[in-house]
């Protein structure tokens, strides 16, 4: 991975780190803030049959996590097309 010039590489990494954070963020919100914090509070909205709570405590999470790494992709690929470094 070659950068044309130290500014470049240092606005990736700050927009990579930036992306991370975001998705972390989301991460954390849908794993704890759904599937503990908010269980009761869910619970009383179903889904398929199943409590929310419950559904994203066992498979929303899950699911969540699956389309963050396929956005994660995307974007990391969208980025090191801005900055020259994607492979070919």
């Known amino acids: 991975m070659a950068f044309k010039s130290e500014e470049d590489a240092k606005a990736y990494w700050k927009e990579n780190l930036g992306l991370m954070w975001k998705l972390m963020v989301v991460w954390f919100v849908v794993s704890f803030g759904c ?42 690929g969208q980025l090191d097309r801005k900055y020259g470094v994607h492979d070919e």
């Open 35 to 76: 599937g503990i914090l908010l269980v009761d509070v869910l619970n009383n909205i179903q889904l398929g049959g199943y409590k929310l709570g419950f559904w994203f405590a066992q498979q929303g999470a899950i699911y969540t996590f699956v389309i963050l790494i396929f956005y994660y992709a995307r974007k990391m």
